[in-house]
């Protein structure tokens, strides 16, 4: 079955960085689009960063130049790099693939930026 597993999350100061990953199986991965989503308490889950089978990425507005997505194919692995974290960037991150009418989803791993 398909399985997401994300880490890396953390607390951390304003400014500080962290690094998620979220590593898949069960899934083709190389062919594979894989976002990066958050949800905020109190708030709905929101895009944060896509990256598609052929490199395409995309970044929400909040965290262009500061978020850097990535993937690594031959480690079936996507990554979160988080520079320059702010205290609105708490969150638990989620990893995400869809997969034709299917959307899979990793547990989350918390991230707590502190002013």
């Known amino acids: 079955q398909v399985q997401l597993v994300e880490s890396g999350g953390g607390l951390v100061q304003a400014g500080g960085s962290l690094r998620l990953s979220c590593a898949a199986s069960?899934?083709?991965?190389?062919?594979?689009?894989m976002h990066w989503y958050r949800q905020a308490p109190g708030k709905q889950r929101e895009l944060v960063a896509s990256?598609?089978?052929?490199?395409?990425?995309n970044y929400a507005a909040s965290v262009k130049g500061r978020f850097t997505i990535s993937r690594d194919n031959a480690k079936n692995t996507v990554y979160l790099q988080m520079n320059s974290l702010k205290p609105e960037d708490t969150a638990v991150y989620y990893c995400n693939a869809p997969r034709g009418c299917e959307n899979y989803w990793g547990q989350g791993t918390q991230v707590t930026v502190s002013s």
């Open positions: 990256i598609t089978s052929g490199g395409y990425i």
């Open positions: 069960g899934i083709i991965f190389s062919s594979n689009n």
